[in-house]
């Protein structure tokens, strides 16, 4: 299963932008790139996904690298309600749709 | 509209019983998972359910481990003879189709083994 790699954390302030960056070498041409984000007591949530082209949508923009080894979580202006783990997953193709999920990364916001 | 439904959202119960989950999905979603989530840990997938085909059970970690589905409604994840390992938040997700569509996740059934 190919894997991904991401910080364990990151910090942030309000209102300022925050890029999570993701690495994925050994993704594979039909590997979509999901994110999806965990905050307290709650299951995780969808963020964004794509596969080869950036995408935007009203949570977050993901900007994936040209040779698509490595991807960025873009929030645009960071939040409270923003802080939680942050996972970044590749997407199997195929007839399996399970999410192989690591540890993601833990954003902090500070006001 | 309605999400992911999970009950209880809070079970503890005694070492050796069994204990059964309930999953209710978004109507329509053809997909439907199990994952397990120990604490302050990633998830771990237990097992799928796509359509009429036979479930995906690959993430099971024993036979004490078993779910269902009737259709494409209800799924209920049974772990018999419970062990304090067992002690995780069982989450359960849905979605459309496989891989490229975004899983639906409720928050969970949170089980304590005492």
């Known amino acids: 299963d190919a894997k991904t790699t991401q910080p364990n954390s990151m910090e942030s302030n309000e209102e300022e932008p925050v890029h999570l960056p993701c690495n994925h070498s050994t993704i594979s041409g039909t590997d979509y790139i999901h994110w999806y984000r965990q905050l307290p007591s709650q299951g995780p949530e969808y963020v964004i996904h794509g596969l080869t082209s950036n995408v935007n949508n009203r949570m977050a923009s993901l900007a994936i690298a040209e040779d698509r080894k490595s991807s960025t979580l873009i929030l645009h202006r960071a939040t409270l309600r923003d802080a939680a783990v942050y996972y970044c997953?590749?997407?199997?193709?195929?007839?399996?749709?399970?999410?192989?999920f690591g540890k993601g990364t833990k954003l902090s916001v500070k006001p | 509209g309605a999400g992911v439904s999970q009950s209880p959202s809070n079970k503890v119960t005694e070492k050796g019983k069994d204990v059964e989950l309930r999953c209710d999905p978004i109507s329509g979603h053809t997909a439907l998972y199990w994952y397990r989530q120990r604490l302050g840990q990633g998830l771990e997938f237990l097992i799928y359910f796509q359509g009429n085909s036979a479930p995906d059970k690959s993430g099971l970690p024993s036979d004490r481990f078993s779910a269902e589905r009737t259709g494409e409604s209800v799924s209920t994840l049974t772990i018999q003879r419970t062990q304090q390992e067992d002690s995780a938040v069982y989450l359960c997700?849905?979605?459309?189709?496989?891989?490229?569509?975004?899983?639906?996740f409720g928050d969970g059934t949170r089980l304590s083994i005492l």
């Open positions: 997700a849905s979605s459309l189709r496989t891989s490229s569509q975004p899983q639906h």
């Open positions: 997953i590749l997407g199997p193709g195929g007839s399996q749709g399970n999410l192989i």
